[in-house]
């Protein structure tokens, strides 16, 4: 570095001597001069430093100030009060220390304060308590499972035996009427393979006049190999009165398979029209007119009738109705309905139309002193014609129950007497 001077106001200034030479203007008196061209007169001491500034070259940058920590002596950038490595402050002189990464995980966390032995005492006392509890309701559901089974079992067993007795279909619908519900279906129809016949009829009898709204899984037994013939007969015992009754359920699950179950017993062909005319929601008047239309309808013979037995006029009407191709004869104390399978014929056992002829009578009592049937039939669906079969078992009668209006035969011998329906009047 070299000083030079502008010759006309003798301003003083700093350069480098590469240059020199150069023409520079004077910031003080704005003339121009030749770097160089008059040297500053040795001084002694410099009188005016600060007069002095850059010229002809680019004034060099300062240089950093660099400071040390008065606690630990770590550099410091200028500027800085806080030293990076001590924390202490330039200025108060008070030590402020941060947390480094070791201090924030020597740092104990909230799950090492919790008590480990406690927790693991308490969880492994809770599973213990959670496996006792789910021991204890499976026992139970299970101990409740085998008390239904078994008491399902009593009156499959309890109807199985009356059956042996002589006791039919209707006698086991008074007596277990509404025992089997939709609760307990699966398990009566899980019976329905019992070796024992009366077993089976039993189970089919108990069913059938239950009181059941879900006949799916009733028709998928239908239409099972070894179960077919029960489950068309748990069907038929239900009758097609209910059937047409759950064809008209709020439910449409419920509506469809109903309408399945009419299409199966009564074997119509169930196609897509047929099953939405059964399955729409109208009463069981409409519901049963679609059902006949279906089945073809006999009006002829259906209506209000009197019995005639020989020549004799009983003294009380009986009123036939048609539902598909069942046929429901209604008397006083009674109702009957045609053979499943056959077409429009009434086979009524003889003590059946004693109590529904004849008040006060006992059915179970009578079947030990009589034997026989009435049958009647309508094969071209006009009229009723039939006839009466009876036999005496035990000592001879002087007056026939019922409407029977013929001598009594004597003990084992048969009778057979005309029967008709003619139109009331």
Not at 139 to 163: F, G, H, K, P
Not at 204 to 220: H, Q
Not at 349 to 356: F, T
Request: overall charge positive; some cysteine.
């Amino acid at each position: 570095m070299i000083r030079v001077q502008c010759p006309h106001c003798h301003r003083r200034y700093r350069t480098m001597t590469e240059a020199m030479g150069k023409t520079a203007v004077c910031s003080g008196c704005n003339e121009s001069f030749r770097i160089g061209e008059q040297r500053v007169p040795f001084q002694w001491k410099e009188t005016d430093l600060s007069e002095d500034s850059w010229i002809g070259v680019p004034a060099p940058k300062e240089k950093k100030e660099y400071r040390q920590c008065f606690m630990c002596d770590a550099p410091m950038e200028p500027g800085m009060v806080r030293c990076p490595e001590c924390g202490a402050n330039q200025v108060t002189g008070v030590v402020q220390r941060t947390r480094t990464q070791e201090d924030v995980e020597a740092r104990p966390s909230l799950w090492s304060k919790l008590p480990t032995r406690w927790l693991v005492v308490s969880l492994a006392l809770l599973a213990l308590g959670g496996g006792v509890y789910g021991v204890f309701s499976w026992t139970r559901s299970s101990a409740n499972r085998m008390a239904d089974q078994m008491a399902d079992e009593r009156l499959v067993a309890r109807a199985a035996a009356l059956l042996g007795k002589g006791a039919d279909d209707l006698d086991l619908a008074a007596q277990f009427a509404g025992q089997v519900t939709d609760e307990n279906l699966d398990r009566y129809l899980m019976m329905l393979t019992a070796r024992e016949e009366h077993r089976r009829r039993a189970v089919t009898a108990l069913i059938g006049c239950g009181r059941i709204s879900r006949i799916e899984p009733i028709l998928k037994a239908a239409e099972a190999e070894t179960t077919g013939a029960s489950g068309r007969r748990i069907l038929e015992l239900m009758g097609p009165r209910r059937l047409v009754e759950l064809a008209c359920d709020p439910a449409e699950s419920v509506r469809k398979t109903a309408a399945a179950a009419l299409c199966l017993i009564f074997d119509v062909q169930p196609g897509e029209d047929t099953l939405r005319q059964l399955a729409a929601p109208t009463t069981t008047t409409e519901k049963t007119h679609t059902l006949n239309l279906l089945c073809r309808p006999w009006p002829q013979a259906t209506g209000t009738f009197q019995v005639v037995v020989g020549e004799e006029r009983s003294p009380f009407l009986v009123q036939v109705s048609q539902v598909g191709r069942t046929f429901y004869l209604r008397t006083d104390w009674a109702e009957f309905a045609t053979v499943p399978g056959r077409q429009r014929v009434f086979e009524i056992p003889i003590e059946r139309w004693c109590a529904a002829t004849g008040p006060a009578v006992d059915v179970t009592a009578l079947r030990q002193m009589l034997a026989g049937s009435v049958t009647l039939s309508s094969p071209v669906g006009v009229g009723w014609e039939g006839t009466i079969l009876l036999r005496v078992k035990q000592a001879s009668l002087d007056r026939l129950p019922g409407f029977l209006p013929f001598e009594p035969p004597r003990r084992e011998r048969d009778t057979e007497t005309a029967i008709r329906l003619e139109r009331g009047r």
